[in-house]
C-alpha cells in the first residue's frame, strides 16, 4: 500500500507565491517543477502521484519537500555550489604574459591568440580572456613620430608661446595645406551585416574625377578658417593664399603665421620684405602636430570628405565651402594638448606594463 507524504504547512502568501511560480510561462523549468510538486504536496498528495505529474522521479519530489519544510520558499533555491576547480589561474596569466616576451612564431609578424593558446598547449578562450583582463589589444597599434630637429625645444618653445601669450595687437594663425583632395564618384548608402547589425556601406569600385588642394588658415583666438582651393599647389599659389589672408587683416596688426616645413613655404624672403608686419614660425621637423590646423583638417575629413560622392571637382569644392560656411559660426578655440610620448616606451615589456 502506498504511503502518504507528510503533510507540511505553508503561509497564504507563500502558496500564493507557489502558485504563481507554479503557472509561470517564462520562469526556468526548475523552479516551475519545484513549486509544483510543493503545491502537490500541501495537497495531501503521495509521492509517486506527485512524482507522475510532474514527470520526474520520486527521490525528487522527497528532496524538495524536505528542503521545502526546512527553509520554506528560499530552500527552493539552489544551494551554493564550490564550483569547477580553477584551471586557469595566477600561474596562467602569468605563463601567457611570458609568452608576449618572446619572439612570435616563424612566419608571424606578432603574436595573436590563437598563436599563444599553441605555444600554451591551451584554450584559446582562456588567453583572450587574460588578454582582455589585462587589457592587452595584440592587433591594435599606436604610432607617433619624435622630432630630431636639434633645434626642436626652441621651435616649439615659440609656437606653444603664441598659442598661450600671443604678442598684444598681433593675429596668431595656423597655414597648411590639404593636397590631392580626390573626387571620387561611388555608391553609399546603408547595408545590413550578417548579424543584425546596420552599418554605413559603399561601393568597393569608384571614379576617379580630378584633385582640388585646398589651403586653410585656423585663427588660433577663435577658431575661425579661411581658405581657398586650387588646383596647383606651388609656391605662388601659397602666396596667393596668403595675398587673401594679409588683404582680410588690419594693416596696424601684426601677423604671425605657424607653418610646416613643406617646401612651398619657404624661400618667401621678397614676399616677407613687402609685407613687413608678417612673420612666419616653422615647426620643428617631424612635428607637424604643433600645427593645430591639422586638427580642422581631421575634422573636416570625417565629416564632409569620408563617405561622400562627388561626380566632379566642382562638386568636391561645393561640400568644402558648404562645411565651412556651416562650422565657421560655431567655431571655438581649440583647447591643445600633446600628450607627451618617449622613445623608451618601446622598451617597457608586457609584463612591466601589466605589474
Not at 500541501?42 to 509517486?48: A, I, M, N, P, W
Not at 592587433?139 to 607617433?144: E, G, H, K
Not at 543584425?196 to 585656423?218: D, E, M, P, Q, W
Request: glycine content about 6%; some cysteine; charged content about 25%.
Amino acid at each position: 500500500m502506498s504511503r502518504t507524504a507528510p503533510q507540511i504547512e505553508c503561509s497564504p502568501e507563500d502558496r500564493q507565491t507557489l502558485q504563481g511560480l507554479a503557472a509561470n510561462r517564462t520562469a526556468p523549468k526548475q523552479t516551475v517543477e519545484r513549486a509544483r510538486i510543493i503545491l502537490g504536496c500541501l495537497e495531501g498528495k503521495r509521492v509517486q502521484l506527485i512524482a507522475r505529474e510532474c514527470h520526474t522521479r520520486p527521490n525528487t519530489v522527497i528532496k524538495w519537500r524536505q528542503r521545502f519544510a526546512h527553509g520554506g520558499l528560499a530552500g527552493l533555491s539552489d544551494a551554493p555550489r564550490p564550483g569547477a576547480k580553477l584551471v586557469y589561474g595566477e600561474d596562467f596569466r602569468n605563463r601567457v604574459l611570458a609568452v608576449l616576451e618572446q619572439p612570435p612564431p616563424a612566419g608571424l609578424a606578432c603574436w595573436d591568440g590563437p598563436a599563444v593558446a599553441a605555444r600554451l598547449n591551451s584554450s584559446v578562450h582562456a588567453v583572450w580572456r587574460v588578454l582582455r583582463k589585462e587589457g592587452i589589444c595584440l592587433q591594435r597599434q599606436r604610432s607617433w613620430c619624435v622630432s630630431t630637429d636639434k633645434e626642436f625645444a626652441a621651435k616649439a618653445a615659440d609656437i606653444v608661446g603664441l598659442y598661450l601669450n600671443p604678442p598684444a595687437n598681433a593675429l596668431v594663425i595656423s597655414v597648411d595645406e590639404k593636397p590631392s583632395i580626390q573626387a571620387l564618384e561611388r555608391a553609399a548608402g546603408y547595408v545590413e551585416t550578417d548579424n543584425g547589425k546596420i552599418v554605413r556601406g559603399c561601393k568597393s569600385t569608384y571614379k576617379r574625377h580630378g584633385t582640388l588642394n585646398l589651403f586653410a588658415a585656423l585663427q588660433v583666438a577663435t577658431g575661425l578658417i579661411q581658405s581657398n582651393t586650387t588646383t596647383l599647389k606651388r609656391r605662388e599659389e601659397f602666396l596667393q593664399f596668403m595675398d587673401l589672408i594679409v588683404a582680410d587683416t588690419p594693416p596696424d596688426r601684426e601677423l604671425h603665421v605657424i607653418l610646416d616645413n613643406y617646401c612651398t613655404h619657404k624661400k618667401c624672403d621678397a614676399w616677407l620684405a613687402l609685407h613687413p608686419n608678417v612673420h612666419f614660425h616653422f615647426t620643428p621637423t617631424s612635428a607637424s602636430w604643433l600645427n593645430q590646423v591639422e586638427i580642422w583638417f581631421g575634422i573636416m575629413s570625417r565629416k564632409a570628405l569620408r563617405g561622400a560622392s562627388f561626380k566632379n571637382v566642382a562638386e568636391l569644392r561645393q561640400a568644402i565651402e558648404a562645411f565651412i560656411a556651416a562650422y565657421n559660426p560655431k567655431a571655438k578655440p581649440f583647447k591643445w594638448r600633446k600628450r607627451d610620448v618617449k622613445g623608451s616606451q618601446l622598451r617597457n615589456t608586457i609584463v612591466n606594463l601589466c605589474n
